[in-house]
């Protein structure tokens, strides 16, 4: 397991590198000048240039890169062309909501699209089974900041179980968190709990169709036990795949869902920065949006081969 | 998957629900279409006029759908929306496929460098969330329609890569590609000729997926102030307005949201559809098993012994059939009647199709989705298992009667190691604890003939030969000592070295624990090293049961005769292997009377009327002919 882990982490290394240099070639394409961002009309030529010496905007673009990358491995990725905030500490200051906005959606829809999933697989053609499907397929076909509007019109403005807006942290009151998170969570993991049920339903028809099933209940163990043990541990392994890519769908949707409630996460900081060219800040933001992929993947592959024995290295 | 499973529709659907699903998708986007290229026509009001005094209110007869915060019509606004989305799904999809799909081709068909590098900086666009990527390129473009629309199709211009290179890799190796390039074709001929009729399916579909995809991260876009700028209509920026008005009139948030589920709905619903049809869609499940009915009682059994204190399991009239919903029955074991005893291995003998195999399932009571025992009886021990409920007939198996299936590959489950899968049913079945099972599991897996037994049992099954897995398999099958073993096939995936051992251990353990079998072979050469009896079956009837030896030397059936001489030991050699002529005719096409009649070179008028299973002292026959066979083998 460790080894795995081991060699897993170093084939990040590569990605991330690639990751960082995109990132790097991309923003520095931007058509805007940083120096006339940030001093705008004012400002003599004498001090521009001053700046952009200051800034090291006159070095070769791959001292400019190596220089970045440097800071960014150490913890630094620079300082905000406005109000001169601190990237770093901006991106970690708003991670802790999107992650756990993120967090609370991909549970629910982990655990809606499995049980979905299976119930479905289980009784196939029956009401249950109709109901997951249609549900599946209208649950791909809505978008979740639209859902988020009818789930506040609904418990928040008319029933006013749920704040209709903002973001308590967990640490200031888990009561408060809860109720806070809940509506963003269900909006947001709707298409993925769908997307997920489908797979699951898919993945376990084919599974209990195997020998080992029959076999199984051949050696009269209940049916119960054989669909959530012997069945269930077998059609997640194709599942997994999904789930981590429907993770990663869910952490770029809740840029948008954040919008909707007035959420102070990464997508309020992310569309900021992109609408006032903020290069340091988009930067800082990819790379730091790619970690939190980049993990997830590597837990889902950790899952992949708990899950499946043949992908563990003997 | 070795056996077939019986009844798998294609489709999920009705073919009725079906057409009218993918009829009201197309009229839905043809609406759409037309509403698009005529919304200046056919809308009642200017999108963009601004009326301060009627602003926000509900639908109304001079304002169908409302009005918004400037007092625009909704109605207006929303089929302008349609415009934006059909030229945001157009054009991003068409930059998509254009950017993608020749990218894919060519650098599937270099392969080297080219591949390598473009397939590791997809990686990493892919492994940025989408909607993040699409910010980033906004970024550099700047906000707009035909700018989003550009950043979402290099967003998805990777699948289309993906997928052309995919079906490049595959088809480039496949013998007509290469043929046409030892010919001397050019590439670009066999790129055009050969390969573009194989992507066109998979194309469509990716189409279909990407246009729902688009419009949803189009209306994402203009609501967050990055797609669509003010004052025009799309259906986002509808969105966004009405975002802000919750309180106020939230009946503004319903048309844009519905047109948006509407459209995306039926792009993915014709998607599912065509999938389905190009043959890529996702499994199907067999129906689930129509109510069961009730078993009729057995006809009086006259072909059998009487019970006696050691027999384990009757069979008597046991009649079998594929029930399909609503449907009539075909029957595919008829009117079967045997017993065994303590200690004896009773083989069933057939070709594919004979039922021999679904008869050790309905023991089990595990016949598949669709097939039930309609009519007999079957006494393990001395109690009916057609009379039990599910929950009883859990507690039998195991316990009572166990089965080693044909492929121990596939029997044992490939994410368990091979020991917990036989503890699970010591502490399932008997309630052992942990360390009790353990040690029982590593005690049989010793008997089962395996060196270093506590080191293989925390193996997985991949990790073992067939044989090895087999053991396995039968080690499980014995943890409860049931009284009955059934052995479907076991040594038929085996090598042949390994075959004799597994025989050889299936005999030493029954003479240890004493266990009725019951051997399901199509190889007459294992039945005779293994079996005290013979039941030969043929289209799910009995045709003649014997000891072994007896029914060696002096075969009556046809069709017992017509196996024998095929086996290789029996033939001298020298003249090709006589094979018996036509084929096993399928459940539902047996004649009348002998089923074996059309295969027969004794075949007779009185062959033609049907034909009851007869004899005495254990020697069974359904013959007409049986008695001049008789004469001719005693002469």
């Known amino acids: ?314 | 998957m070795t056996q077939a499973t019986p009844l798998r529709p294609r489709k999920l659907r009705r073919p009725g629900a079906s057409g009218l699903i993918t009829g009201t998708a197309i009229l839905i986007l043809l609406v759409l279409a037309v509403l698009a290229l005529a919304a200046d026509w056919i809308t009642p009001y200017d999108p963009l006029r601004q009326n301060l005094m009627h602003a926000l209110q509900g639908p109304s007869a001079n304002h169908w759908l409302g009005t918004d915060d400037l007092g625009r019509d909704v109605l207006s606004r929303l089929i302008y929306g349609c415009r934006i989305a059909v030229i945001a799904a157009a054009e991003a999809t068409a930059i998509a496929i254009l950017l993608g799909v020749p990218l894919g081709l060519f650098i599937g068909y270099r392969g080297g460098w080219w591949d390598w590098i473009t397939m590791r900086v997809v990686e990493a666009v892919v492994s940025i969330p989408g909607i993040m990527v699409a910010i980033v390129i906004i970024a550099l473009l700047g906000a707009g329609l035909h700018r989003a629309m550009i950043a979402l199709g290099i967003l998805f211009s990777t699948s289309f890569l993906r997928l052309a290179r995919g079906v490049v890799l595959a088809e480039r190796e496949e013998v007509y590609v290469r043929s046409a390039r030892v010919i001397g074709a050019s590439d670009s001929r066999i790129l055009v000729r050969h390969i573009f009729p194989n992507i066109a399916p998979p194309l469509i579909v990716q189409v279909t997926l990407t246009v729902g995809a688009v419009l949803l991260s189009e209306a994402g876009l203009s609501f967050i102030g990055l797609g669509v700028q003010p004052p025009h209509a799309s259906w986002g920026t509808m969105l966004n307005t009405a975002a802000n008005y919750m309180d106020l009139n939230w009946f503004l948030a319903v048309p844009p949201g519905v047109a948006i589920i509407v459209t995306v709905l039926s792009v993915n619903l014709l998607g599912d559809v065509i999938r389905d049809n190009v043959g890529r869609g996702i499994a199907t499940a067999p129906s689930a098993a129509a109510r069961r009915r009730k078993v009729r009682p057995a006809e009086p059994v006259t072909v059998l012994p009487a019970p006696t204190e050691d027999e384990v399991l009757r069979i008597e009239g046991l009649t079998a059939a594929i029930v399909p919903e609503g449907g009539t029955e075909t029957p595919i074991i008829t009117d079967l009647s045997l017993s065994t005893k303590r200690g004896e291995t009773l083989g069933l003998v057939g070709e594919s199709g004979s039922g021999k195999t679904l008869t050790g399932l309905s023991v089990l009571g595990l016949l598949g989705a669709g097939v039930q025992v309609t009519q007999g009886a079957i006494k393990l021990n001395g109690t009916d298992l057609l009379t039990l409920k599910p929950r009883e007939l859990e507690q039998v198996r195991g316990n009572q009667v166990a089965m080693v299936f044909q492929d121990p590959t596939t029997s044992l489950n490939p994410a368990f190691t091979v020991g917990s899968q036989i503890a699970e049913v010591l502490r399932t079945k008997q309630g052992l604890t942990k360390a009790e099972a353990w040690e029982k599991v590593v005690e049989l897996i010793h008997r089962v003939g395996i060196p270093r037994p506590e080191e293989r049992a925390r193996a997985y099954p991949h990790e073992l030969s067939g044989g090895m897995a087999q053991r396995i398999a039968i080690a499980r099958a014995l943890s409860c000592n049931p009284s009955l073993l059934i052995a479907d096939e076991p040594t038929t995936a085996l090598d042949v070295t390994v075959q004799q051992e597994i025989l050889d251990l299936f005999r030493d353990l029954q003479d240890e624990y004493g266990m009725a079998i019951l051997f399901v072979t199509h190889d007459l050469a294992v039945a005779a090293d293994i079996c005290d009896r013979i039941s030969v079956l043929y289209a799910g009837q009995m045709v003649e049961m014997a000891p072994v030896a007896e029914l060696f030397a002096d075969p009556r059936h046809p069709y017992t005769r017509g196996l024998l001489s095929a086996m290789p030991h029996a033939a001298s050699g020298e003249p090709p292997l006589p094979t018996i002529r036509g084929s096993v005719p399928r459940p539902g096409a047996w004649p009348v009377g002998c089923r074996f009649g059309n295969r027969c070179d004794f075949h007779t008028a009185a062959c033609d009327h049907p034909v009851p299973l007869e004899g005495q002292n254990g020697r069974l026959i359904r013959c007409v002919h049986a008695e001049r066979f008789k004469l001719e083998a005693a002469s």
Do not use: C
């Open chain 1, 1 to 314: 397991m460790f080894r795995l882990l081991l060699r897993r982490l170093l084939a990040l290394v590569p990605l991330l590198f690639l990751v960082s240099v995109l990132t790097f070639s991309f923003t520095a394409m931007l058509p805007s000048d940083p120096v006339d961002l940030i001093l705008g009309d004012t400002g003599t030529t004498e001090q521009h240039d001053m700046l952009r010496e200051r800034m090291g905007l006159n070095d070769p673009v791959v001292v400019r890169y190596a220089r970045w990358l440097g800071n960014a491995v150490q913890g630094d990725l620079g300082t905000s062309f406005f109000n001169s905030v601190d990237v770093t500490r901006a991106v970690m200051q708003r991670m802790p909501v999107t992650l756990s906005l993120t967090a609370v959606a991909a549970l629910i829809a982990i655990a809606t699209g499995i049980a979905a999933g299976v119930a479905a697989a289980l009784y196939p053609r029956s009401w249950i089974d109709r109901l997951a499907t249609i549900g599946a397929t209208f649950g791909q076909a809505v978008p979740n900041f639209w859902f988020g509007l009818i789930l506040v019109a609904i418990f928040a403005v008319n029933l006013h179980w749920f704040p209709a807006t903002g973001f308590t942290p967990i640490s200031q009151s888990p009561w408060d968190w809860l109720r806070s998170v809940t509506l963003p969570a269900v909006a947001l993991g709707l298409s993925s709990s769908a997307a997920i049920a489908r797979q699951v339903r898919s993945a376990m028809v084919g599974v209990l169709q195997m020998d080992y099933i029959r076999a199984a209940r051949a050696q009269g163990l209940s049916a119960r036990r054989v669909i959530l043990r012997h069945a269930l541990t077998n059609a997640m392994v194709p599942v997994i795949a999904v789930l981590s890519f429907q993770i990663t769908v869910l952490l770029g949707g809740a840029l948008i869902v954040e919008q909707v409630f007035a959420i102070n996460g990464l997508g309020t900081l992310a569309i900021t920065a992109v609408r006032q060219q903020d290069i340091p800040m988009i930067q800082g933001l990819v790379l730091v949006m790619v970690g939190m992929v980049v993990l997830v993947q590597l837990a889902t592959d950790i899952l992949y081969g708990l899950l499946n024995p043949k992908a563990r290295p003997s």
